[in-house]
């Protein structure tokens, strides 16, 4: 069995949550003290992943760091559908790799500025959320034009991807940086479509579900 090292709290670790509920896989949360202990860094855990960072999986002794990278190797492994990381198509699967990498951006602005404003992490507070509303203002228009030609998710097949999960978590968060959305319809209108994919689980204490269940 998976075993998910672990932070309630953490988007990058809630992503993969959300994956594993989404395709039915069940893993063994293993928690680590990220605040205040710091477990992360310390020696246990830095012979797991010598960056410090969560999450990590172990797969029966396959040890894996990094959450898009997990996201992806899960897909691969756990979901005979290839719908969610869709190797089939070259095309969209370079989609996927593009957004993933947008939601590393995302991380270091979005994130930085909640971990800023929650855990008292010393960054520039103001560089982290312009950053943040300059990604959105691109999300949000691509998510618009997207809409406008019947597409509701970041790539452009017809099911969400391993890209929509990556993006979401710190989007979804990002008013505890002080990051308001309220100037982005189209940003509320996929993070809504996304709490209505079956199987999608609640971060607990942090946001709802969504409306209910539809098809994808």
Known sequence: MIKLYDYELSGNCFKLRLLMAILGVKYEPVAVDFYPGLEHKSPWFLQLNPLGQLPVIDDDGYILRDAQAILIYLASKYDPSAKWYPTGSPNLLGEVCQWMAFADAITSTASAARLHDGLFYD??????????????????????????????????????????????????????????????????????????????????GIFPAGPGPKTT
């Open 123 to 204: 960054f520039d507070i103001e560089a982290c959320r312009t950053g943040a509303h300059r990604l959105f203002r691109i999300l949000d228009e691509h998510l618009w034009f997207g809409e406008d030609q019947g597409n509701d998710w970041l790539c452009s097949g017809s099911h969400p991807t391993v890209a929509d999960l990556a993006c979401f978590p710190y989007v979804v968060l990002s008013e505890e940086g002080g990051i308001s959305r309220q100037d982005y319809p189209a940003i509320r209108r996929w993070t809504d479509r996304v709490k209505r994919i079956p199987g999608f689980r609640v971060m607990p």
